[in-house]
T-cell receptor, first 117, second 111 residues
Framework: GAGVSQSPSNKVTEKGKDVELRCDPISGHTALYWYRQSLGQGLEFLIY????????KSGLPSDRFSAERTGGSVSTLTIQRTQQEDSAVYLC???????????????FGNGTRLTVT | TQLLEQSPQFLSIQEGENLTVYCNSS?????LQWYRQEPGEGPVLLVT?????EVKKLKRLTFQFGDARKDSSLHITAAQPGDTGLYLC???????????FGAGTRLFVKA
């Protein structure tokens, strides 16, 4: 596709259930990011991928959160045993960032709105 | 830990007024970006500033990067209702890999 695609766009789950959020980045973008945004707030960094590896996963809030990326493309963010405080919009972004530095802007998807009841 | 502080957090003004949003940090960034976000969508890049002291203009928007590359400002001249939205500053760390965001400034321009 032309942009970053995230699915589902909305997810309502019961406390204690596991959820998987999916991100399809722009084709050819080597870097992929996950952020979390609470209602009306800024973006909280969760994890960054360069290719299939995650050099920086310092933002993952707890061991209930994990993420993987396969084939240098699609990424999934998994939240186990969801809690009400996990409710937020989860945003994915990709960029053609280079290994040796340099940058390109982040291109964001429209996010997955997660509600834990 | 790198932090970006934005001010004000919320701004409600009349159409035609000018405004400035500030983004400050104690950390040095390799570049600083400004994004705008509308409800239900992801942030969209407005501008990237790279060089200390750099000034960029985008129609009625003027962006400045501080000399020490720790802070930035966004100035909007003659604001219009279409400028309403959440404005986010974002700093790229000196390694060039990580982008962190400020908490945002929510702007509402009344007609």
């Amino acid at each position: 596709g032309a942009g970053v695609s995230q699915s589902p766009s909305n997810k309502v789950t019961e406390k204690g259930k596991d959820v998987e959020l999916r991100c399809d980045p722009i084709s050819g973008h080597t870097a992929l990011y996950w952020y979390r945004q609470s209602l009306g707030q800024g973006l909280e960094f969760l994890i960054y991928f360069q290719g299939n590896s995650a050099p920086d996963k310092s933002g993952l809030p707890s061991d209930r959160f994990s993420a993987e990326r396969t084939g240098g493309s699609v990424s999934t963010l998994t939240i186990q045993r969801t809690q009400q405080e996990d409710s937020a919009v989860y945003l994915c972004a990709s960029s053609s960032r280079h290994n040796t530095g340099g940058f390109s802007p982040l291109h964001f998807g429209n996010g997955t709105r997660l509600t834990v009841t | 830990t790198q932090l970006l502080e934005q001010s004000p957090q919320f701004l409600s003004i009349q159409e035609g007024e000018n405004l400035t949003v500030y983004c400050n940090s104690s950390s040095v960034f390799s570049s600083l970006q400004w994004y705008r976000q509308e409800p239900g969508e992801g942030p969209v890049l407005l501008v990237t500033v790279v060089t200390g002291g750099e000034v960029k203009k985008l129609k009625r928007l003027t962006f400045q990067f501080g000399d020490a590359r720790k802070d930035s400002s966004l100035h909007i001249t003659a604001a219009q209702p279409g400028d309403t939205g959440l404005y986010l500053c974002a700093g790229v760390n000196t390694g060039g890999f990580k982008t962190i965001f400020g908490a945002g400034t929510r702007l509402f321009v009344k007609a």
